[in-house]
Antibody, heavy 120, light 110 residues
């Protein structure tokens, strides 16, 4: 069974750094793209970017380019989303999602979400 | 910047049929955008419903169907049930490894 398990909720102050994780299991982690999706409180889903753990090829939405960094550690089947300096506006739920396949253009499996709260 | 458009809200009577649409601020949606649809209930992660325009994801009831209607992608729910009351999001593939979500449609069943 494919599973994506995300790290727990975080409470941070503006200006702090943060790295949240998404651990894949039940499939070949290096063979499937993993994407990240933001959902601000009471708002819709926003596609942030995606990484192919096999070679770390990474793509970003123009809206998030330069604002976050997506990475992956193949040795522990884990993808990451990180911020170097958080802002209050980064407060949101973040989901990771596995793309179905390299010739498929949708997200088949979803993590449970990580709530990030940024407040002074 | 490409904007994917969805109706902000829609309502349907139990047992009724509703069609939600997914368009582009500029241009037409075609199968080349590989439209997919996701259902989200409050406090839950999204659930994949439809991909590649009209293929139902595993376990999705056949009352959900996808299509292209005119210049938009469409999600039709036939015989709506109370537990279909959710937010529905479409996603379009823009090429070069980039996807864009629509703003979502809040569906009320009453």
């Amino acid at each position: 069974e494919v599973q994506l398990v995300q790290s727990g909720a975080e409470v941070k102050k503006p200006g702090e750094s943060l790295k949240i994780s998404c651990k894949g299991s039940g499939y070949s982690f290096t063979s499937y793209w993993i994407g990240w999706v933001r959902q601000m409180p009471g708002k819709g889903l926003e596609w942030m970017g995606i990484i192919y753990p096999g070679d770390s090829d990474t793509r970003y939405s123009p809206s998030f380019q330069g604002q976050v960094t997506i990475s992956a550690d193949r040795s522990i089947s884990t993808a990451y989303l990180q911020w170097s300096s958080l802002k209050a506006s980064d407060t949101a739920m973040y989901y990771c999602a596995r793309r179905a396949g390299s010739t498929d253009y949708y997200f088949e499996n979803w993590g449970q979400g990580t709530l990030v709260t940024v407040s002074s | 910047q490409t904007v994917v458009t969805q109706e902000p809200s829609f309502s349907v009577s139990p047992g009724g049929t509703v069609t939600l649409t997914c368009g582009l601020s500029s241009g037409s949606v075609s199968t080349s955008y590989y439209p997919s649809w996701y259902q989200q209930t409050p406090g839950q992660a999204p659930r994949t419903l439809i991909y590649s325009t009209n293929t139902r994801s595993s376990g999705v009831p056949d009352r959900f169907s996808g299509s292209i209607l005119g210049n938009k992608a469409a999600l039709t729910i036939t015989g709506a049930q109370a537990d279909d009351e959710s937010d529905y999001y479409c996603v379009l593939y823009m090429g070069r490894g980039i996807w864009v979500f629509g703003g979502g449609t809040k569906l009320t069943v009453l």
